[in-house]
């Protein structure tokens, strides 16, 4: 078993800044990647921002140049600067890797909530 936990989400007012943590824990042998996803009332759930192997990052064009995603072993950052309404939803931390047991590790978190008003 594998748990992800996420915090940080909130309400802030466009403009503002929140910080996302996800901490990863369980039966991890190894993560390749940890990534943030986010979803929005009737939207599918899309990539915001993804980093590999603890250097190699990306992002969704929508987020460049004002998130910055970072990891420290297994926990995964996501700091969100110059926030706008549309980047409302809920996020979701995502880990990849193998479990203790080698098995294929896809995990996601239960989601926080991110709310920025006009």
């Known amino acids: 078993q594998v748990q992800l936990v996420e915090s940080g989400g909130g309400l802030v007012q466009a403009g503002g800044s929140l910080r996302l943590s996800c901490a990863a824990s369980?039966?991890?042998?190894?993560?390749?990647?940890m990534g943030w996803y986010r979803q929005a009332p009737g939207k599918q759930r899309e990539l915001v921002a993804r980093?590999?192997?603890?250097?190699s990052t990306i992002y969704a064009d929508s987020v460049k140049g004002r998130f910055t995603i970072s990891r420290d072993n297994a926990k995964v950052y996501l700091q969100m600067n110059s926030l706008k309404p549309e980047d409302t939803a809920v996020y979701y931390c995502?880990?990849?890797?193998?479990?203790?047991?080698?098995?294929?590790?896809?995990?996601w978190g239960q989601g926080t909530q991110v709310t920025v008003s006009s």
């Open positions: 995502n880990a990849q890797g193998t479990m203790s047991w080698g098995r294929i590790m896809d995990s």
């Open positions: 369980g039966s991890i042998f190894s993560i390749n990647a």
């Open positions: 980093i590999i192997s603890g250097a």
